[in-house]
């Protein structure tokens, strides 16, 4: 792992000089062709195990969608983008593994793993944060920056899926099939220019390209395969983050760039981050000897609630950020589209169990009327509201998931739910009147409105999922309900939304980007699962942390002003939901904090009373 991380880090300078002096296709052609014939020869000598039929579609999915969206988006991305900026999405490709892997395999990482992972995403963070360049004129810079994404996306999908096939066939077997079908359609590409490139090509390129070929394909695919097979998927993807280091010092050997200290504070966090995510498992056996307590079921609720909502958190800072310069329809077929296109593709990979006609019409309806309605609601609202007010008013939410399920799953409604509302209402009328101050004349009221309205339609989806997420599996559900949603959201394209996307800039790229996978996909995901694993009282009090994210979101990341409407509004809206969620609290504490014995014996206590009663 260690050898291929090297020769995958010295990479990215070739890849981008090949690109840049013969074209990202003929680049890719050439060295595909030479690649090819490499495997094809390697496969007459090697023999195995007949592949079996039904281990084909994979073979050919992994191959289509992952060794050649791969090389697509990496070849042209880098054409576009520098390494520095490069550098910076490819660090995420170890989250997207351990997250596919996740996903598909339902192996969630252990907490000493994800902590590595998340230091190692720091570090890299901080290796490039000053070599972001967000100048004018970066449409191309953008779109080079999404080829190189989707290209670690594809890369993920490889590795994960690829896994079981290299154990029962063979490292090389697999490795040059895969790499054998995602040559065959390149072929449509070749054409008289191709040829005239390989005719004109210099001694440096043809040195770049025996590189490209021998060493980073040839010999570093099966490196790569042989360590993927053996190491847990955690460790693999922590690797990865070693490729941008060594990008760093390549780039200063053979680029004569220059290492600072910002350089190597990031490297020695990256390293620190893979050794953490590499032992994880005796850094998890340590602690579970230490606390007894302390599992991994018990632990992720908890950790995909946090994350939840601290996602969630930040989605009025990138929308408020976004809408300045985009239609609000504009963004919400951007962000929900793909969003669902990846939830389809999700399900076609991991399956579900059929549903009950009635279970549809449930799903459909929490889908449009739930979330749709809440997503429309928030996207044209926040046109003139805050990202912190906005925040706040989300704070509703758990307040009518409580009054929903008073009318839609006939709970009880008791006065102090009603006592709560009353005040949350009394903290958005102060809101409201401060909106109409000349302090706070950016806000609008209609704005402040439709967030409010679109608390409703949060609160509606969760009563109505809830029970579909526990029958049918809170993941499964979760991508069901993004994909109706998705494909709903083609009624929103309008004219001049191809010049919108054209003028998109880096930044907006990258807010956009984080609606999509993180704050839309992710998000719903991680929240569907915790709902239905801890109690409802314990999941109502995470939704505090949204307000208080998205208020220092908009303070620190859009200049927002803190104002008294806000703070004294905010106040009340929060000590009104706090109020109507309390006696839910204290019934639901108790008997979380009795001890398992002490529960045990009351239970049996109880029991036996009970029996003696009817015997007599």
């Not at 988006?73 to 490819?90: D, K, M, N």
């Not at 008073?406 to 009603?418: D, M, N, P």
């Not at 102060?430 to 806000?443: E, H, K, R």
């Not at 001049?496 to 003028?503: K, V, Y």
Request: net charge positive.
């Amino acid at each position: 792992m260690l050898l291929t991380m090297l020769i995958w880090g010295i990479g990215p300078v070739f890849i981008r000089s090949l690109s840049l002096d013969l074209g990202p296709t003929n680049a890719l052609l050439i060295r595909y062709a030479l690649v090819g014939i490499g495997f094809a020869v390697g496969l007459c000598v090697v023999t195995g195990k007949r592949i079996e039929r039904n281990d084909w579609p994979r073979i050919v999915f992994i191959s289509l969608v992952g060794v050649l969206g791969y090389n697509l988006g990496s070849v042209f991305g880098f054409e576009l983008v520098p390494a520095s900026i490069g550098g910076i999405i490819i660090g995420t490709q170890p989250l997207l593994i351990v997250l596919m892997a996740a996903i598909i395999f339902r192996t969630p990482p252990s907490p000493a793993a994800m902590i590595g992972l998340l230091i190692a995403f720091a570090g890299t963070i901080v290796l490039f944060w000053n070599d972001l360049s967000f100048a004018k004129g970066n449409g191309k810079l953008a779109l080079g920056a999404l080829y190189v994404f989707l290209s670690g996306f594809a890369w993920a999908i490889y590795v994960v899926l690829a896994k079981p096939l290299i154990l029962k066939y063979g490292t090389y077997r697999i490795s040059a099939i895969t790499i054998l079908i995602a040559s065959v359609p390149l072929l449509a590409f070749v054409s008289a220019d191709t040829f005239e490139t390989i005719r004109t090509m210099s001694l440096r390129s043809w040195a770049e390209m025996l590189y490209m070929v021998v060493i980073a394909s040839l010999i570093a695919t099966v490196t790569w395969n042989y360590a993927a097979a053996r190491l847990s998927s955690v460790a693999t993807g922590a690797f990865l983050y070693l490729v941008p280091v060594i990008a760093v010092l390549a780039g200063a050997v053979i680029l004569n760039e220059t290492v600072t200290l910002s350089m190597a504070a990031a490297g020695a966090l990256i390293l620190l981050g893979v050794a953490v995510a590499q032992y994880s498992d005796r850094i998890t056996d340590e602690l579970r000897s230490r606390f007894p307590n302390l599992s991994t079921s018990s632990f992720l609720p908890y950790a995909a609630l946090l994350l939840a909502v601290v996602m969630w958190g930040l989605v009025p800072v990138a929308l408020r950020y976004l809408v300045k310069d985009m239609r609000p329809e504009t963004i919400l077929f951007l962000r929900l589209f793909p969003a669902g296109l990846f939830a389809v593709l999700i399900l076609l990979a991991v399956g579900m169990k059929p549903m009950a006609r009635q279970d549809w019409q449930r799903l459909v309806l929490a889908a449009l009327l739930g979330n749709c309605g809440y997503q429309i609601l928030a996207h044209f609202g926040i046109e003139t509201v805050p990202a912190s007010w906005t925040g706040i008013i989300f704070s509703l939410e758990p307040l009518f998931v409580a009054l929903f399920a008073v009318a839609l799953a006939r709970e009880q409604l008791t006065a102090q739910l009603v006592t709560g509302m009353a005040i949350a209402l009394a903290g958005v009328g102060i809101l409201s009147l401060g909106s109409a101050s000349s302090v706070v004349s950016n806000v609008g009221l209609m704005g402040l409105m439709l967030v409010f309205l679109s608390t409703m339609g949060w609160g509606i989806y969760t009563v109505l999922i809830r029970p579909l997420a526990i029958r049918y599996g809170s993941f499964e559900i979760s991508c069901l309900t993004l994909a109706v949603s998705g494909l709903f959201m083609a009624l929103f394209i309008r004219p001049g939304i191809d010049s919108e996307i054209a003028e998109l800039s880096m930044p907006q790229w990258g807010a956009m980007g984080f609606l999509v996978i993180f704050g839309t996909l992710f998000a719903v995901i991680l929240w569907n699962y915790g709902i239905t694993r801890i109690e409802s009282s314990a999941a109502g009090m995470f939704l505090y942390v949204q307000p208080a994210v998205a208020g220092l979101g908009g303070v620190l990341l859009l200049s927002e002003t803190v104002t008294w409407p806000l703070i004294a509004g905010g106040a009340i809206v929060l000590a009104g939901v706090a109020i109507s969620q309390w006696k839910q609290v204290q019934l639901e504490a108790p008997r979380a904090q009795v001890p398992e014995r002490l529960r045990t014996a009351v239970e049996r206590l109880v029991a036996s009373s009970k029996e003696s009663q009817r015997i007599k």
